[in-house]
T-cell receptor, first 116, second 109 residues
Framework: GAVVSQHPSWVICKSGTSVKIECRSLDFQATTMFWYRQFPKQSLMLMATSNEGSKATYEQGVEKDKFLINHASLTLSTLTVTSAHPEDSSFYIC????????????FGPGTRLTVT | GQSLEQPSEVTAVEGAIVQINCTYQTSGFYGLSWYQQHDGGAPTFLSYNGLDGLEETGRFSSFLSRSDSYGYLLLQELQMKDSASYFCAVMDSNYQLIWGAGTKLIIKP
């Protein structure tokens, strides 16, 4: 199998606070992990790609200081949304790949973030 | 630029066959993947084509023609539970997935 868990599944926070989302590969070692956000009825937007032990590679337009990504081990990556604002409200999804190429990605169940 | 084109919505009848097309224009190409996403859920991997031809997995098949920069997902014996959005995605030369906008499949009884 290839199971990816994500926690929390949903979170409501106040503007200005920070939220941490965890992504874990439960039964395999993930060479690469990806973080996406998705707005309703839209496609996935890749935010960043992270490899264990190295700095994440952020997509153009994604603020590194606002969306902190840490890939501490081959089974865990975290996304911290710092100083959250209502416009950060979205569905955040992580995925993990067993190999370097991410053509087959295993997705976590997603985290719905609402910033009030 | 990089782009993937797929229909925004397709409607079919339960028990029928439906084909969802995907054309792409990307910098480099390693393969075409298909993912299924139900409303409120996360995408799940369906298939991958690295070479030309047809890949079959149960009721789902996926086809690729690299010379035409074209692929499709074929769903047979449609069931109501197949109602979902289907995304094609291309692995480009940077080993990143470039995603299509998704096709919403509506199945009528």
């Amino acid at each position: 199998g290839a199971v990816v868990s994500q926690h929390p599944s949903w979170v409501i926070c106040k503007s200005g606070t920070s939220v941490k989302i965890e992504c874990r590969s439960l039964d395999f070692q993930a060479t690469t992990m990806f973080w996406y956000r998705q707005f309703p009825k839209q496609s996935l937007m890749l935010m960043a790609t992270s490899n264990e032990g190295s700095k994440a590679t952020y997509e153009q337009g994604v603020e590194k200081d606002k969306f902190l990504i840490n890939h501490a081990s081959l089974t865990l990556s975290t996304l911290t949304v710092t100083s959250a604002h209502p416009e950060d409200s979205s569905f955040y999804i992580c995925s993990a790949s067993k190999g370097v190429g991410g053509y087959e990605q295993y997705f976590g169940p997603g985290t719905r973030l609402t910033v009030t | 630029g990089q782009s993937l084109e797929q229909p925004s919505e397709v409607t079919a009848v339960e028990g029928a066959i439906v084909q969802i097309n995907c054309t792409y224009q990307t910098s480099g190409f390693y393969g075409l993947s298909w993912y299924q996403q139900h409303d409120g859920g996360a995408p799940t991997f369906l298939s991958y084509n690295g070479l030309d031809g047809l890949e079959e997995t149960g009721r789902f098949s996926s086809f690729l023609s690299r010379s035409d920069s074209y692929g499709y997902l074929l769903l047979q014996e449609l069931q109501m539970k197949d109602s979902a959005s289907y995304f094609c995605a291309v692995m480009d030369s940077n080993y990143q997935l470039i995603w299509g906008a998704g096709t919403k499949l509506i199945i009528k009884p």
